[in-house]
């Protein structure tokens, strides 16, 4: 007999859900047994008819039961048939065995921020911008305002392109700044370098293609190609960039950061540049050209892209992790239409579009000037910040020892050791003087070469001054 408890807290309708399924699981009620009617089991429990209809409803839709005019509500055949016995009921479930992970899925994390440490007290990361108020009031303007204005359709399935009035601000500062002149579809927005590479792999390689890669270089890149089960090959990097005459022949891809060398620093030559883009016409090979932050240049203006020079199979990504900030996750990557439109049915298929306030809110911080004039706040922060930088290391007389590179443009600068140096032993030291700096074999594939990669951009002149003054009494 059912039971309702009224002074129970778990509705009614609940109670007696929960009674018969147990009735029907334990085989109390076997298949085909039927049910009272509704009405008569309403009176028999003392509630009321909707109660029990609500309850029937629930078992049906369930599976437990099975209805028809003809013969009324019935125990399913089913609702027995497919259970466990009820002492397997009391054992613990299986769980799916977890394949084993890619290793290069947990090294960028580390890379990126290292071992958690409370010491750290200056922190010479190179990958993080400079922010403050000023960015932070003019970011949230834009988000409250791009909100305001907003329109239902924009809630809708979105562009795998991306937002086309955020293409044309991408588009007006490449053309206004870069000398990049291109058209609207040839703007794919994704989430950051990494978003960009995974396209890169699905949408224009074929697995176990060969990828060239500067050693050493930008760890996402060797790293994402590598779990797209791509074969990659490093290539040395010397005091003019990428060595092209070492870069693998057979490479369908080369990946480089010919503006200011992810890790040593250095800016590409010219005739390198020349050469490479010859060896890709001939070989049939695509550029992807990484242009992460040789916007902040310190002497002179940006050097021209490889982009402007060869646009038919060169790839050039832009990132406004490094010029904004990380955390909107917003980039680009510019092409030809026939490429760019075979990434975005990628795009479209696996990821579907950008999240749509982040890339309004950049929208309206572009066209309402608020990105230019963060530009030329940070660029002059970071002019003092390099000087700054450069003038610690010299007056330490750490580049009589060490090789200094990476000081022309960009927000990092190589201090550089001896292969022989104990590189670990020495970046444990600074950590336990409260100072991080990243090694360069981080940054490195087959290469031996040592030393620390400084980032400044987001550290204070006096923060710059001690953390060098700390480094030197250990490295002197």
């Not at 599976?63 to 016995?85: D, E, I, Q």
């Not at 009820?86 to 799916?96: D, K």
């Not at 000081?407 to 100072?435: F, P, Q, R, W, Y």
């Amino acid at each position: 007999m059912l039971k309702v408890n009224r002074d129970d807290k778990q509705p009614i309708w609940q109670q007696l859900l929960d009674q018969m399924i147990h009735n029907i699981t334990t085989g109390k009620w076997p298949p085909g047994e039927l049910l009272l009617p509704s009405r008569e089991l309403a009176q028999l429990v003392g509630v009321s008819r909707s109660t029990i209809q609500i309850v029937y409803e629930e078992l049906f839709s369930r599976g437990y039961t099975v209805t028809s005019r003809r013969n009324g509500t019935r125990v399913s055949n089913w609702a027995c048939g497919s259970l466990l016995p009820e002492e397997a009921s009391f054992r613990e479930p299986i769980i799916p065995e977890l394949p084993k992970l890619n290793i290069n899925a947990g090294y960028l994390h580390n890379w990126i921020r290292g071992e958690n440490n409370q010491k750290v007290v200056i922190n010479f990361n190179p990958h993080e911008p400079y922010l403050d108020d000023q960015f932070q009031k003019n970011w949230r303007q834009s988000f409250l305002k791009a909100s305001s204005v907003t329109e239902l359709q924009d809630w809708a399935y979105g562009d795998a392109y991306g937002l086309v009035s955020l293409r044309e601000q991408i588009q007006h500062y490449l053309s206004v700044e870069r000398g990049i002149q291109v058209d609207l579809d040839q703007i794919l927005l994704t989430s950051g370098a990494q978003h960009t590479l995974d396209l890169i792999a699905q949408g224009l390689l074929k697995e176990g293609d060969t990828v060239s890669v500067e050693d050493p270089g930008f760890p996402a890149s060797w790293l994402a190609m590598n779990y797209r089960r791509m074969k990659v090959v490093p290539v040395p990097v010397d005091d003019y960039g990428l060595q092209v005459d070492r870069v693998d022949p057979q490479s369908k891809l080369v990946f480089v950061t010919p503006g200011h060398q992810c890790a040593v620093g250095v800016i590409m030559s010219e005739p390198r540049r020349q050469q490479l883009l010859q060896m890709a016409a001939q070989h049939s090979f695509w550029i992807v050209e990484d242009d992460y932050d040789s916007e902040f240049r310190y002497r002179g203006d940006p050097l021209p892209s490889l982009y402007n020079q060869q646009p038919q199979n060169t790839l050039y990504m832009i990132s406004f992790s490094k010029m904004v900030a990380p955390g909107i996750r917003t980039s680009a990557i510019i092409g030809s239409k026939d490429a760019i439109r075979q990434l975005a049915h990628i795009h479209e298929l696996i990821y579907r579009h950008l999240p749509i306030m982040e890339q309004l809110t950049l929208a309206h911080f572009i066209e309402h000037g608020h990105f230019m004039r963060h530009m030329r706040r940070v660029r002059n922060v970071y002019r003092r910040r390099h000087a700054a930088m450069t003038k610690a290391i010299l007056a330490a007389d750490l580049n009589k020892h060490f090789r200094l590179s990476g000081v022309e443009t960009g927000l990092h600068m190589l201090l550089e050791a001896e292969s022989s140096s104990d590189e670990g032993t020495i970046t444990n030291k600074a950590l336990e003087k409260g100072v991080r700096i990243y090694p360069l074999s981080t940054y490195c594939l087959e290469s031996n070469r040592k030393g620390w990669v400084l980032g400044f951009a987001n550290v204070s002149e006096a923060a710059i001054k001690e953390g060098i003054d700390r480094l030197s009494d250990i490295l002197i």
